[in-house]
């Protein structure tokens, strides 16, 4: 799945600090996100080649003083996480930059980039990013918040709200009878290929009630032997999904809602499509089905 990077490691925790040059620099302009061009591996900029930008369109600054406090007054960099010895730094400001062989890529085109690491860096790049964006003002009274210096926080400065990142729990249901899953695709969504029943948590119900309630809206059917199985952040869509298996309990047939799916079929094992990628809970959980899981054997 998209976190499992081995031998890398993400480093999540939130620390204060300077930018230096051979930090990656995340930037993301009208929903998109800057990285190096499609068909090389996924890369992004490093603070050198962002400096070297900004000098070539504002021209050479005679003093490297001077240079620094201009930077620091038109730019700011906000520390967003490490793989292994790698920083990652957000740019706050939304530019348009251009350097040779670096461009605007949409979200959903990153998913099928590699390496994989760097595709969960750009997905909860994207997660903090959104969440930066849409609390630059206190939504208790209105005024400018402030960044905390030690937690990953934003801090209103007169009323003193505390606002933290927000990820949204979803879940991602299997719904398994015999031989045969449940398998959907979305009405109206860029991502067209099979998928399982999801959905997100409503305020107020466990993870359990989600299952029930998600499966009932969108097949209209019943369902027992509800198991955890894993889970996985996905930052793409804010999300921290939780997959689940389940059983069949009802004898009624699919009553799909045409509002959320443009299909609902059963599918037997055998011919469950293995689109052969490894980023999403979705696609582990479909295989494992396929591979004979769920029902022989324990599933963590
Ligand atoms: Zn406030």
Known sequence: ????????HFYNQFHKEAIKPLDYIISFHSNLIFAREAGRDLDFIRYEDFFKWRENIHGNIEAEKKAEQEREKEFHFTYLFAIDRQKYFLLKEDVELEIPGFVYCKMFDIRRRAPKYQVMAASTAWHLHVWYRDNRFCGRCGEKTEEDEKERMLRCPACGNRVFPKVAPAVIVAVTDGNRILMTKYANREYKR???????TEIGETVEETVRREVMEEVGLHVKNIRYYKSQPW?????LLLGFFCELDDTASIHMDEGELALAEWMKREDVPDYGEDLSLTHEMMRVFKEGGTDKRRIY
């Open 194 to 200: 099979y998928a399982l029943i999801a959905g997100f």
């Open 1 to 8: 799945m998209i976190q499992d990077i081995n031998p890398k």
């Open 235 to 239: 930052g793409f869509d804010l999300n």
